[in-house]
């Protein structure tokens, strides 16, 4: 079986240990190791990277030079701090390296740009970690979609809320546009992905409720708007419960699709999905099976990698995504 040599940049994003042990588990991926990129950040929910039971544990360190000298290194997946991400995903790019990388991306809309162009130009995979693309429930909506049983999509709801520490609501402060920015990322794609183009206009309401006497714009709202219907996106880290709430609803001429909660905590680390399809008059309510957030994900870029399938999100639409995310932010080139 051939694999693919891999290594992790960054243990500082908060999906960073996720990746890891993603990697780890993959029989088709040979886990090389992993540097740390930046000793002295430390996300407010990130636990010391060498704690007991952190995946770090089972894996070597190098430092970033060492893996960039390294021969025969195919893929890197990219897990720093969000500013910093394509500043490293560059490095590798530039080396012919295939890049996994977190989402969504940097702080600077030529560096992403430059990163999407380099791996055009060296027929590079360039994965982004958009993890609700391999949710079996948006899954399985998409293919309604895209059969044309829903009709016109017209609109796309997305919410994904949570309830933060202090520690946290301080430290989103740091990202233009916070929440937006941090978790609303994962629903303006969703929203590009259902409707199936660009918005005419994208108009950033994005404010601060004021929590823990901070002043981070904690609560993320935008608005998409296309020539038949408005979609919106809202995200914050004040909603008590937020995270049973998240949802998304997919409205079309002939039916309405509800995801809610998008992700449900099981047994053993799994996930599960609830929702309700109304297609053509006919309701039914769905539930999917346990599944592990990352493992379609990685499995996704694997086989990108080896040629079996082409990236279904290539380089332009990646690069639109990220214009779109940043003007939802409020961010102004």
Request: net charge negative.
């Amino acid at each position: 079986m051939q694999k693919i040599r891999i290594a992790q940049i960054g243990t500082g994003h908060p999906h960073s240990t996720g990746a890891a042990e993603t990697i780890l588990k993959n029989p088709e991926m040979e886990c090389v190791g992993f540097a740390k990129v930046t000793p002295d950040y430390i996300h407010p929910e990130h636990r010391y990277y060498l704690d007991p039971g952190q995946p770090y544990t089972r894996m070597r360190e190098y430092t970033v030079e060492e893996l960039l000298d390294m021969e025969g290194l195919d893929a890197v997946a990219i897990e720093c701090e969000e500013e910093k991400s394509t500043e490293y995903a560059q490095m590798f790019a530039d080396r012919g390296v295939h890049i996994f990388l977190d989402k969504p991306g940097t702080h600077g809309i030529a560096s992403f740009d430059r990163l999407a162009e380099t791996c055009r130009e060296k027929n590079l995979v360039l994965k982004q970690a958009y993890m609700y693309r391999y949710n079996p429930l948006v899954q399985k909506a998409m293919e309604i979609v895209k059969s044309g049983a829903l009709g016109e999509i017209y609109a796309v709801e997305g919410q994904m809320s949570l309830y933060y520490p202090e520690s946290m609501c301080r430290w989103i402060g740091k990202h233009k546009g916070g929440m937006m920015y941090y978790l609303g990322c994962h629903m303006v794609d969703l929203v590009l992905q259902f409707m199936g183009s660009l918005p005419e206009e994208i108009l950033p309401m994005n404010a601060s409720t004021g929590q823990y006497g901070c002043e981070s714009e904690n609560y993320g709202f935008a608005v998409l708007k296309y020539p038949k219907g408005v979609s919106f996106v809202k995200t914050t880290c004040d909603e008590t419960n937020g995270f049973n709430r998240r949802q998304l609803v997919v409205c079309g001429t002939k039916g309405t699709i509800e995801i809610k909660p998008m992700e449900i905590p099981c047994a053993g680390g799994l996930l599960k999905a609830a929702g309700s399809f109304t297609v053509n008059g006919k309701t039914e309510q769905v539930e999917a099976e346990p599944f592990d957030r990352y493992a379609a994900m990685m499995q996704d870029f694997v086989n990108h990698v080896l040629g079996r399938n082409e990236n279904p999100c290539g380089y332009d639409y990646e690069k639109a995504l990220f214009r779109a995310v940043m003007t939802a932010c409020g961010w102004k080139e």
